[in-house]
């Protein structure tokens, strides 16, 4: 079966191998789509359009100028599209008291300013009845430790997709996001060759262990799908996570956070 047949994508945010990004390009292609990709490391992009058979774009999500551009160039190589993925995110360690000004403006510069360039410039660019999925985290509805700036911006983020489920429902582009807990991907690396810091995350798991990148893969495929009625949404893919709680600050070792890239 191919489900986006006669359907062409942009994934942005896909340059790390084994990266929801990745997966979700990959997933979309033997869907039968017609994929580009964007992301600000361009040698890594060109490695996976290479392999689907797509079209990649450098862009940097928090510069204005750089998504302008991209949407230039995904106008001329594609003319409308029809599905809109942004995996782009940054997410910057520290308490409150401990992240200054740059790390907050590096966050906030891809996680709202990104998401707000991207629903800005990139839907004139669609064919109606398309789909928008945003990828969140459940550090935006959760109180995960260590980690206030990216889960601001993710929250931030949360609130862009309901207001643009709102401002492109006439044009019937529905915008949801999918908010995933710990997910096995290079960006997790330090939690995930952390047995000690595993151990403490799926306590919390009731299904027993973290998301993959496909499972959130999946999970946008069926939200772009044209017979998914939902929009506006935030659908956790966390394996119910959700249904408890994140592990608290006393329960983590202090190194936790900091291999995150």
Known sequence: MTTFKNKTALIVGASSEGGVGWATAKRFAAQGAKVAVAARRKEALDELAKQIGGV????????????????DQARAALGQFDLLVNCAGRP??????????????ETAGVEFFGNWFLLRYLPPLMRDGGAIVVISSIASTHVVPGVA?????KAAANTL?????????????????VVPASVDTPMNASFRDNEAVMKIIRKEVPLGRTAT???????????C??????????????????LRRAPFPDEMPTSTYDGLA
Do not use: K
Not at 149 to 153: D, E, P, R, S, T
Not at 225 to 232: E, K, L, N, R, Y
């Open 56 to 71: 990649a774009f450098h862009c940097d999500v928090s510069n204005e100028a750089s998504v302008v551009a991209m949407a």
């Open 149 to 153: 700036a990216y889960a601001a911006g």
């Open 161 to 177: 997709v309901r207001y643009a489920a709102v401002e492109l429902a006439p044009r019937r582009i529905r915008v949801n996001a």
């Open 213 to 223: 990148a496909d499972d959130i893969a999946a999970a946008t495929q069926w939200l």
């Open 225 to 242: 799908q044209d017979d998914c009625f939902a929009t506006g949404a935030l659908i956790p893919v966390d394996g119910g996570n959700h």
């Open 92 to 105: 910057v360690p520290g308490l409150i008291s401990q992240v200054g000004t740059a790390g907050l403006l």
